[in-house]
């Protein structure tokens, strides 16, 4: 079945570097991709969105690059902070435009070294 | 505005017993999502309510059901516990669940089951 896939399951950083988590999708047909951030006894916290008409889409210090010739998205997060240590999930929105359904990715765990 | 509520935060089973979870949305979100979230099989979705009914199903057995009240709060109910339903259960509110439409998450509700 479709299903979306994290490059990497740890990322370290030190803090003030950019960070990059990657993510790969599978089914072509999606077209609405969603990066989220978990931290520890939280609910996933909403980042930033991507329609599939678009490739590139910024926010406060975080980017989100979609590539879809190679079903690849990923997330840039600039001058990262200690802050932003937490786990990191890619989704994607599947089947028709009238559902509350996503596909979530295994996560990418972000660690920024002081 | 409150955002994603889910009650209890934390609970103990035993194997063979039956569990109710219950979420209240964001006020005005109609609809509601539920993803059963492990170390092992990250985040799945289990099903969507909007407007009282079921929108979609993930691929879980049948001993996992929900229901949606007129108010827009949700209730996720398991019977016959076993071991590997230990996970955290997570609901998410959206305004139409529409793609595009943000989904707020809550905390959980950490199930063990012994």
């Known amino acids: 079945g479709e299903s979306v896939g994290l490059h990497l399951p740890t990322l370290s950083v030190q803090e003030g570097d950019n960070s990059i988590i990657n993510c790969a999708y599978s089914?072509?047909?999606?077209?609405?991709f969603i990066w989220y951030k978990q931290e520890s006894g939280k609910g996933p916290q909403f980042i930033i969105d991507?329609?599939?008409?678009?490739d590139k889409r910024q926010g406060q210090r975080v980017t989100v690059l979609l590539n879809k010739t190679v079903k690849h998205l990923s997330l840039q997060i600039a001058a990262t902070q200690p802050g932003d240590s937490a786990v990191y999930f890619c989704?994607?929105?599947?089947?028709?435009?009238?559902?509350?359904?996503?596909?979530f990715g295994q996560g990418t765990t972000l660690q920024v070294k002081p | 505005k409150a955002g994603v509520t889910q009650t209890p935060r934390y609970l103990i089973k035993t194997r063979g017993q039956q569990v109710t979870l219950s979420c209240s949305p964001i006020?005005?979100?109609?609809?509601v999502s539920w993803y059963q979230q492990t170390p092992g099989q990250g985040l799945q979705f289990l099903f969507e309510?909007?407007?009282?009914?079921?929108?979609n199903k993930g691929n879980f057995p049948g001993r996992f059901s929900g229901r949606q009240f007129s108010n827009s709060r949700s209730e996720m109910n398991v019977s016959t516990l076993e071991l590997g339903d230990s996970a955290l259960y997570l609901c998410?509110?959206?305004?139409?669940?529409?793609?595009?439409?943000?989904?707020?998450f809550g905390p959980g509700t950490r199930l063990t089951v012994l």
């Open positions: 998410a509110s959206s305004l139409y669940g529409q793609n595009y439409n943000e989904q707020f």
């Open positions: 089914n072509s047909a999606s077209d609405y």
């Open positions: 991507i329609r599939s008409n678009m």
């Open positions: 989704a994607e929105a599947y089947g028709s435009s009238n559902t509350g359904k996503l596909i």
């Open positions: 006020s005005g979100h109609r609809s």
């Open positions: 309510y909007f407007s009282e009914t079921q929108r």
